[in-house]
Each structure stands twice: as structure tokens, then as C-alpha cells.
């Protein structure tokens, strides 16, 4: 709880003029407990600011690894995946590096969620990997507009559909005659 009235506090601060400041925000903790974080504040927007604060949160699990998205494997490297929703992972590699599977895995993330993504590093690192995402959005739009979506976006059906009425036949597997 104490970290989230701090994270609220830094917030409260940056959106509502604390600190330094014209006007009075009602804080959790006193004022000069952020001091040491007034110049930062003030040098970063707000957008980098959340960012920052998101990558310091305590509310996700890190395992074994103090960045988000890396664990110590058992060979003793360092194995960097993507969860999803539904249990699933996006398997990055093994790094003789803790912070070289960080790295990897803000990079996949920036360019799976772009600019929302929590990384572990600030976003200024992955410039590249922000244009990825910017261009993949781009052309997934213009391909959508243009009636491509079903390539892009839907997978196959499950079962053949009936043309205009009229019922398809399923294909001939060995064994069914």
C-alpha cells in the first residue's frame, strides 16, 4: 500500500502542480520525501513519468529476475518471454545477461503494444522499435480499409461456410466412405 500512495503522490504532483509547484496538492506523505525526485519530474512529461512509475511498481511479479519479463532459467542463463492472456507465453530466448533479456523484452513488447508498453527501460531507448510499431498499426489500418482484414486479423473458419444456400461438401478423408 505504501508504494501505491507514493506512486499516487509523484502523480499528484506532477499532474496538479505540487512541490514546486503553484498549487497545493494533498499528499500521503509529506513533500520532502520526493525532493530527491523534483528534477526529474519536471524534465519528463507526464506520459514518461507514469512509465517510470509503472516500471518501479510492485504490483507484478518479477520471479526470480528484478526486471519484468525475465527468470533464471535452470542452466543459469536468463530466459526472456512475453505473458499473454490464457496462460500463454511468447518465448524470447536465453541470455547470458540478465539485463541483455530485459533489453530483449522491452523491444518485443514496444513492438507488440507500442508506446502502452511497461518496459523495463524508458521508452527513449526503443525509438526503432516504436517506428516498427507505428508502421505495422499504419498498415494494418490501410490493409483493413481496403477490406484485407480477413488476411490480417480472422483466422479460418472452423467449418466450411454454405455458398448462397447451397450446402458444401466436407472433403473425403481416408476411412470415411
Not at 502542480?17 to 520526493?34: D, I
Not at 480499409?145 to 479460418?156: C, E, F, M, Q, T
Request: charged share 25%; hydrophobic share 35%; glycine share 10%.
Amino acid at each position: 500500500e505504501e508504494h501505491a500512495a507514493e506512486a499516487y503522490d509523484v502523480a499528484a504532483m506532477k499532474c496538479k502542480g505540487g512541490k514546486g509547484g503553484a498549487r497545493k496538492v494533498k499528499l500521503n506523505f509529506p513533500a520532502s520525501k520526493y525532493s530527491e525526485l523534483d528534477s526529474f519530474m519536471q524534465s519528463v512529461g507526464l506520459e514518461e513519468l507514469v512509465m517510470a512509475i509503472r516500471r518501479q511498481s510492485q504490483g507484478f511479479a518479477r520471479g526470480s529476475s528484478g526486471f519484468r519479463g525475465v527468470t533464471h532459467h535452470p542452466n543459469g542463463r536468463w530466459e526472456a518471454r512475453i505473458g499473454m492472456p490464457g496462460s500463454k507465453h511468447i518465448y524470447l530466448g536465453l541470455y547470458n545477461e540478465e539485463a541483455a533479456a530485459a533489453k530483449a523484452y522491452d523491444r518485443a513488447l514496444v513492438r507488440l503494444r507500442g508506446a502502452a508498453a511497461a518496459t523495463n527501460y524508458s521508452l527513449t531507448n526503443y525509438k526503432d522499435e516504436l517506428q516498427a510499431f507505428e508502421l505495422d498499426t499504419s498498415t494494418e489500418t490501410l490493409a483493413l480499409s481496403n477490406g484485407a482484414d480477413g488476411i490480417l486479423k480472422r483466422p479460418a473458419p472452423a467449418q466450411p461456410l454454405p455458398t448462397r444456400g447451397k450446402p458444401v461438401k466436407s472433403p473425403v478423408t481416408p476411412g470415411t466412405r
